[in-house]
T-cell receptor, first 115, second 114 residues
Framework: GAVVSQHPSRVICKSGTSVKIECRSL??????MFWYRQFPKQSLMLMAT?????????EQGVEKDKFLINHASLTLSTLTVTSAHPEDSSFYIC???????????FGQGTRLTVV | AQSVSQHNHHVILSEAASLELGCNYS??????LFWYVQYPGQHLQLLLK??????LVKGIKGFEAEFIKSKFSFNLRKPSVQWSDTAEYFC????????????FGGGTRVLVKP
């Protein structure tokens, strides 16, 4: 099956710094990528949808200036958490799908801890 | 608001018991339905999916789900659970009416006692 790889799997950063999370589709071209956030013991909440070469579409309540998403190629999307605060600590998950397909494939997630 | 609802937040059962997890959605029109499993400390894995055709879908690890369009439901079942089925289960819906975004239910945490 299709493989989506996220890096890093865990990251700890200091408050006020920025963190970049990468999401790569290893064996298919991901025309659309999704970024989710999962709080402990809760479900996945969609943060934004990005189409290759276009600006990301953010869900209501998600600050686009804080969560910068870049999808510059068909195999890579990045999420940068800018000026991170402890409340940004969470599990971030990406998923990717190719054009015309409904099924998306998930990365293994990145656990961000802001101290 | 349009949503995906999973009725049970926690389920505890013994090995060999049967499992049924409810999932209802509120989107009209064309939908694609999914069940994902998240084992402790691991990432999401697809259990099964429904796009069209036979409304009874068989997935991996002995799981199946039935799409009942009139009830807007896609319940997950397993006749006999094992301890290794302890995990969190998420129903998800991709609806054209919602811009083809995958929306997740709240999840059901299943604990199977040995």
């Amino acid at each position: 099956g299709a493989v989506v790889s996220q890096h890093p799997s865990r990251v700890i950063c200091k408050s006020g710094t920025s963190v970049k999370i990468e999401c790569r589709s290893l064996d298919f071209q991901a025309t659309t990528m999704f970024w989710y956030r999962q709080f402990p013991k809760q479900s996945l909440m969609l943060m934004a949808t990005s189409n290759e070469g276009s600006k990301a579409t953010y869900e209501q309540g998600v600050e686009k200036d804080k969560f910068l998403i870049n999808h510059a190629s068909l195999t890579l999307s990045t999420l940068t958490v800018t000026s991170a605060h402890p409340e940004d600590s969470s599990f971030y998950i990406c998923s990717a799908r190719t054009w015309g397909n409904t099924e998306a494939f998930f990365g293994q997630g990145t656990r961000l801890t802001v101290v | 608001a349009q949503s995906v609802s999973q009725h049970n937040h926690h389920v505890i059962l013994s090995e060999a018991a049967s499992l049924e997890l409810g999932c209802n959605y509120s989107y009209g029109g064309t939908v694609n339905l999914f069940w994902y499993v998240q084992y402790p400390g691991q990432h999401l894995q697809l259990l099964l999916k429904y796009f069209s055709g036979d409304p009874l879908v068989k997935g991996i690890k002995g799981f199946e789900a039935e799409f009942i369009k009139s009830k807007f439901s896609f319940n997950l079942r397993k006749p006999s659970v094992q301890w290794s089925d302890t995990a969190e289960y998420f129903c998800a819906v991709n609806a054209r009416a919602a811009g083809n975004k995958l929306t997740f239910g709240g999840g059901t945490r299943v604990l199977v006692k040995p």
